[in-house]
């Protein structure tokens, strides 16, 4: 079967949306753009999609690429301080000429709403609730969630260690009281571990890693990420030649925006709430 | 093997004592005692005896154990910001009239060489080598140094998912590219994993969970912690049972003390130094 993961993200977006109706004023995001290449372009498109959508106001800064990165961090600093601005994000991939880490570092971790400050990063282990999500690992959880999954009990294999998703998502699911393997690349007979998981999510950017013949019976696999080989996109799993009814599997191509964009805008909310 | 966890503590006091050799101001670790237990000054004598052994200044503050939560919270916010003072731990447990989280979270983290306050807590995720140590976690993996291993390529298993020891280990191993599977005591046929294990750390407080027969050939046991039945105490490994020819474990009878308060010193040099 494959996993209906839009109608998870749907379900998400109109719970916001009913909380915003019942808000005096409505959460603000904002989008600072300097780079727009097209894949920015598009990104920026979803995010005002969805945030039109859910009623929460969304409002992009355009800068001129060659601006300096002091003029930068000074708009941060205004970002930071002004109260009418609930959450915002600074559209990666940045010019050369700034210091992508120095950016990230700037942003006041309760406004971060996509989860890239070090505080926010390593606030997963701890898990917080009233606190803002990892975007990427909440919406697997959701996912997960949204499949009956009773964590206990369950035996979860995660082949990678980003600090972006496989940790995060490691660490939230130790917290689940799942059973966490955690692997990547060094990994020794991975497949030793694959085939005793419920649930294999990978994120480990190696074309087509995980087979069939890898996997148990009934086990659910959630692939997070793709290469681009040759102007071809492979993702890590081989869904193609995974047996859909053996297996609960994310579709691919259909790739994780409509769930990322939707803790992002869930954040937004949370940052809006947090504040009063 | 049983393996020789003093010498690996004297080692890490020996490299402290020479470095504070060579400061000009030695840094201090106070106490703060609230609570005068027996055992509670046996911790507290041990912390001196290694203090003085490092040349690290170690004062104590001996307060009456029906202090005011208010009152004690005081005398915490003028450590904080006294700057002869490099780092402090309350040692607990606390009377019953004081919750010891609003005293733990009141801590300055950058001078709270215990590990207990929630930030320094979550800074093991994303691990940054100039941030105080999670005492316990960080004593584990350098008794694994101090046996040659090499984390790429290592199966750990770690039995137990605690705010102070599974959570961080795992964390701190797999930021080492161990391959890590983290375990609690709902997981299922848990010898699935302990036998595939290169290593075991366990610390889930059940007497004598781990035996002999759960292990793979040449094997770690690092055990942790244990629990007092009928005033008898029982590890959470049958080290009495576990064949020393084919696995090096850590030696019960002798417990963590060496170690811990070692990290615990070396936490206060750290501290000393990032204040300068």
């Known amino acids: 079967m494959l996993i209906d993961w839009t109608s998870v993200a749907l379900h998400i977006y109109d719970k916001i949306k009913a909380k915003v109706a019942n808000m005096d004023t409505k959460p603000t995001l904002w989008a600072i753009l300097v780079w727009n290449s ?28 060659d601006i300096s990165e002091k003029k930068l961090l000074k708009k941060i600093e205004k970002f930071n301080e002004d109260d009418d601005i609930s959450g915002y994000i600074v559209q990666l991939p940045l010019p050369k000429h700034i210091d992508e880490n120095n950016i990230i570092n700037a942003i006041k971790p309760e406004k971060d709403v996509d989860w890239f ?65 955690t692997c990547n690349s060094s990994t020794p007979n991975i497949s030793d571990f694959t085939k005793k998981a419920d649930i294999v999510i990978i994120a480990v950017w190696k074309p087509e890693l995980l087979k069939e013949n890898m996997l148990k019976k009934w086990s659910i696999v959630i692939d997070v990420w793709f290469t681009v080989v040759d102007e071809k996109i492979y993702w890590d799993a081989d869904t193609a030649n995974i047996d859909k009814a053996w297996h609960r599997v994310t579709p ?24 009063n």
Chains 1, 2 share one sequence.
């Open 38 to 65: 097209p894949a920015s372009l598009r990104y920026i498109k979803q995010k005002r999609k969805w945030a039109d959508y859910t009623w929460v106001n969304f409002k992009l800064l355009e800068l001129d690429a």
């Open 252 to 275: 691919v191509p259909g790739w994780v925006w409509p769930l990322t964009v939707a803790i992002l805008i869930k954040n937004t909310l949370k940052a809006a709430k947090n504040k």
């Open 117 to 181: 400050h070090p505080i926010n990063q390593w606030k997963v282990l701890i898990w917080d609730k009233s606190w803002l999500e990892p975007c990427t690992p909440a919406w697997i959880i959701k996912i997960l969630k949204s499949l009956d999954i009773e964590f206990h009990w369950q035996i979860v294999c995660v082949i990678g260690r980003s600090n972006i998703v496989g940790k995060p998502v490691s660490a939230l699911l130790i917290n689940e009281w799942a059973t966490v393997i």
